[in-house]
């Protein structure tokens, strides 16, 4: 399958909001889901699973038209120069429950970090597949971390991350139902996801965004906070910031401060003091 021109595959696989992609030799590989994937680096994708390529392209979010979605901020002098460096940036649609498990061990951790206790877990925990001599290793189900246990989730490397994945794989293995969560209306699921443990309000937004399709959902780190507070004026807790920014950028405002979020962490802003 021949992915769309144009996708910068190293700021969208890389950016921090998957952590299943791996650099490989003429390109890039990852599980997703029960599909070993190998990626090359001019986008041309192979695959050894169930998924079809409908699948492929939810995933890389190939229907949103992003230069449609950014001309709205064509007076956004800050948005414009994040764009024009990450014009191929994209907000990927991650099955839901690896992303949860991937964003609860995120607390308090840095990308390559994270990285290496998803793998771990998957190593441990999950079936291994194959694709062009790769070997891939699937994320774990809810079942086979309950099944593991808390003690084998800390000597993973979870620390104390360990009790909040086992807690919610439990929930989710007696009948959470991760797979209501696109229908349920953002707020609605929002609140549904703060009912799991390890998840805040910023975990819960990057669920939504980057796995249920709400391109609304904006999670406020410390990059976003400083893009609102030094970048556009706004003030206020996390969560006001958050309900300011989705009233200011709209209707796809995760989307929008995706590519300032990422232009922050490049750097592109450090003369405002970002």
């Known amino acids: 399958m021949q992915l769309k021109e144009g996708i910068d595959f190293e700021a969208t696989l890389f950016c921090g909001q998957t952590f299943a992609w791996k650099r490989v030799e003429g390109g890039f590989i990852a599980c997703i889901e029960d599909n070993a994937a190998f990626l090359s680096g001019c986008g041309n994708l192979s695959w050894e699973g169930p998924a079809d390529e409908a699948y492929w392209a939810r995933y890389f979010d190939l229907f949103r038209d992003y230069p449609a979605l950014v001309s709205q901020f064509s007076h956004d002098d800050y948005m414009a120069r994040a764009y024009s460096h990450y014009p191929g940036l994209r907000v990927l649609n991650q099955p839901i429950w690896e992303t949860l498990a991937a964003f609860i061990v995120s607390a308090n951790n840095n990308i390559k970090r994270i990285t290496g206790i998803l ?111 030094l970048l556009y004026g706004l003030s206020g807790t996390n969560l006001s910031l958050r309900a300011k920014g989705r009233e200011y950028f709209g209707a796809e405002a995760g989307i929008v401060t995706h590519f300032l979020f990422h232009g922050a962490r490049m750097g592109l802003f450090k003369e405002q003091g970002v």
């Open 119 to 229: 793998f771990n877990l998957s190593k441990e925990l999950g079936a291994q597949r194959q694709i062009f001599g790769h070997s891939l290793f699937m994320f774990p189900e809810p079942c086979a971390i309950v099944e593991a246990g808390e003690d084998a989730l800390f000597k993973l490397g979870l620390g104390y991350r360990a009790p909040y994945l086992y807690e919610t794989a439990k929930l989710v293995n007696s009948g959470f139902d991760l797979k209501a969560l696109p229908s349920l209306g953002y707020e609605a699921a929002h609140k549904s996801l703060l009912s799991l443990k390890g998840v805040g309000p910023k975990v819960a937004d990057c669920i939504l965004l980057f796995s249920c399709g709400y391109a609304e959902a904006l999670p406020v780190d410390l990059w976003v906070k400083r893009v609102l507070e």
